[in-house]
């Protein structure tokens, strides 16, 4: 009977933290270029009353199926899903969504590197491209004060108009990773390679699976509301049958105990 108790809190405890994942997706379902993440569980050990295969007789007969009993459920990982999301058109001129795999690359201010898909993109004091906190493209792309008509391509190319004369001002890259579920979460909407997500592979876009530039636009959040209603919705009804077994357990034990 104390085993009920204790699978059922491990299952409530399971649900909670589903919760919590699917609260942080609904809490950013207006964050520019988030991914929402999914929550994996897995079973815990098993008890084996009678051993798959174990011998039930002195002629040798074996148990085909055995008897296990399980404890319980544990988190096993969450995992975001790299689904594209909507683009939105901002009619921004430094605004870009990436249409396909890939991610732009910032440096940090301690000269780290970091990675993003939030296109949300200005000019700083100095001409340099710069993402909401200041912190520069990479590679390095400044754009003159007296610029004007300035373009960017589907494939990078960052191009305008000094002095009514054509220039060429750079061109923006992407990166892409073997294992983009793998890159860490910083916050800000900026990743960080790790050792399971792969070395990072810089490209062109439109070249290699990279994608495309899009000028004017930004890529949305890929949270589906009435999805994660659902799933909330699901958990919570999952997080009450675990709380009713506890009930349920708890009566027994109670029954047992009054038999005199």
Known sequence: MIN????????????QKNVDVL??????????????SEASFTDLMYSNQVAVGATTSAQG????????????????????????????????????????RGFFEIQLPNGDRA????????????????NKDGYLLQPAINIPEDAVNI??????????LVNQQAVDFGEIELVMFQNEAGLETLGENLLRETEVSGAPVIGEPGEDGAGTLLQGFIERSNVDPVQEITRLITAQRAYELNSRVISTADEMMSAVNQIR
């Open 115 to 130: 990675y993003t898909r939030d296109g949300n993109f200005r000019v700083n004091q100095n001409g340099d491209i710069v």
């Open 23 to 36: 609260s942080n997706n609904i809490a950013n379902i207006s964050t520019t270029s988030f991914k929402r």
């Open 151 to 160: 373009t960017i391509t589907p494939r990078g190319q960052v191009s305008g």
């Open 4 to 15: 009920a108790l204790r699978v059922a809190a491990t299952g409530m405890a399971a649900q």
């Open 61 to 100: 007969t074996l148990a085909p199926t055995g008897s296990q009993i399980g404890m319980g459920v544990r988190l096993g990982s969450t995992y975001r899903v790299q689904t594209q999301g909507p683009v939105e058109e901002t009619g921004d001129t430094f605004s870009m969504a990436i249409q396909g």
